[in-house]
């Protein structure tokens, strides 16, 4: 609920500076484009920042459980490996022992899945804060090169 609200006033955001900057484009020069341009984008890479930051919450928690549960089929898989081993003639526990362990192999995998989307969505987030700085920098300087054309 709360990714869908975040994507509803990014989208309105994002219309309304666009028809503004629409009505705006035709008096302005060549470099207050270029500031508005680069506050444009600075406005979407934070709206994205704060998307993926909710996100971020989400994933933790899967990452976490996912983990839980492999551990637990891990255990399990031992423990009925060992009844198995005290009467290896059993088929009811071999069974249950390549199943116990078809579990613990998918548990473990879904685990590292989880582990990957995670550190994937840390690198995105990452990527996105270089970005904002970066392109806050550009910002300063194209500022100050409209305000020393106004100047003179």
């Known amino acids: 609920m709360k990714y869908i609200s975040t994507l509803t006033v990014l989208l309105i955001t994002s219309l309304m500076s666009f028809s503004q900057e629409k009505k705006d484009l035709d008096k302005m020069t060549k470099q207050e484009k270029e500031v508005n341009k680069l506050e444009k984008r600075i406005s979407d890479s934070k709206a994205k920042l704060m998307v993926l930051e909710t996100e971020l919450s989400e994933k933790v928690t899967k990452s976490e459980m996912a ?26 526990w071999a069974r249950k022992s390549q199943k116990a362990a078809k579990n613990a192999k998918r548990d473990a995998k879904s685990a590292r899945i ?12 990452e990527s996105e804060k270089k970005k904002i700085a970066l392109d806050e920098e550009k910002l300063a300087r194209a500022r100050q090169s409209v305000t020393k054309n106004e100047k003179d």
């Open 114 to 125: 989880a582990q990957s989307d995670l550190e994937s969505l840390r690198n995105d987030i």
């Open 67 to 92: 983990k839980v549960e492999a551990k637990n089929a891990s255990e399990d898989n031992a423990e009925i490996a060992k009844k198995l081993n005290d009467n290896e003639t059993s088929k009811k």
